[in-house]
């Protein structure tokens, strides 16, 4: 991630017909997610912060990022959080977690760095620990959107249930819980929301939470799995 992508990040994410939707779902789904009460949290890769704003109200938190302009935008944020420059691949840390969050971040690996991440990671759970993270799902659909509008300006895999399994198993992970979110059957109403400036917002968050227990032209897995 360099200077321009830093500085580029939060309006790039928030520009589309869906996009900013998108995040209230993520935010959401994490949200959902998370364990009860308040948790020591390690957010493994913080960019600027999107979810670091709302972790940091579950308990205490540390994040880390392999971008120095990332971590520098967030720390002109939020000061309560304690923030290092790390790859997560080769990250060590003495504490113990109660929960690792990372979102947006292990579905631009392969398989076989996916699960060296989260074999990784793993190693700073307390026992019971449970680890947060997105992937995204199969759809012939949506890498052909990618391609025709230049959509995303890094790479991202996709990851059948089979190459999950296959992740998990070989980083000793179970899944507790999975939420899935954008549906692309509610393409035509973001469309409909967008050129009505918002007036079918509350009506499409409603069918995503009625539909997250459904693969079913889902985009996204959200993953809460145990250690």
Not at 10 to 20: A, T
Not at 63 to 77: A, F, N
Not at 105 to 121: D, P, R
Not at 148 to 164: H, P, R
């Amino acid at each position: 991630r360099d200077k321009n992508v830093a500085a580029s990040y939060d309006s790039r994410r928030s520009k589309g017909i869906k996009s900013s939707l998108v995040r209230i779902m993520e935010r959401r789904a994490v949200l959902n997610l998370l364990p009860a009460g308040k948790i020591n949290i390690l957010e493994a890769g913080v960019g600027t912060g999107y979810f670091t704003e709302i972790l940091a109200r579950r308990g205490k938190l540390d994040g880390v990022d392999i971008s120095k302009e990332m971590l520098d935008i967030l720390r002109s944020k939020i000061k309560n959080v304690h923030l290092k420059q790390a790859d997560i691949l080769s990250f060590t840390t003495q504490k113990k977690y109660d929960c690792i969050v990372s979102v947006r971040v292990i579905s631009h690996f392969n398989k076989k760095v996916a699960y060296a991440a989260l074999s990784n990671l793993s190693k700073s759970l307390k026992i019971n620990g449970e680890i947060i993270f997105n992937l995204e799902n199969p759809s012939v659909i949506r890498r052909i959107m990618r391609k025709m509008t230049n959509w995303g300006s890094t790479y991202t895999y996709q990851y059948s249930k089979e190459d999950i399994n296959y992740i998990l198993n070989s980083a000793r992970l179970e899944i507790s819980r999975e939420i899935y979110t954008d549906h692309l059957v509610l393409y035509p109403l973001h469309l409909l929301n967008k050129l009505s400036c918002g007036f079918f917002t509350n009506a499409i968050l409603r069918m995503e939470k009625s539909l997250e227990n459904f693969k079913f032209s889902s985009a996204n897995v959200f993953l809460r799995c145990k250690k």
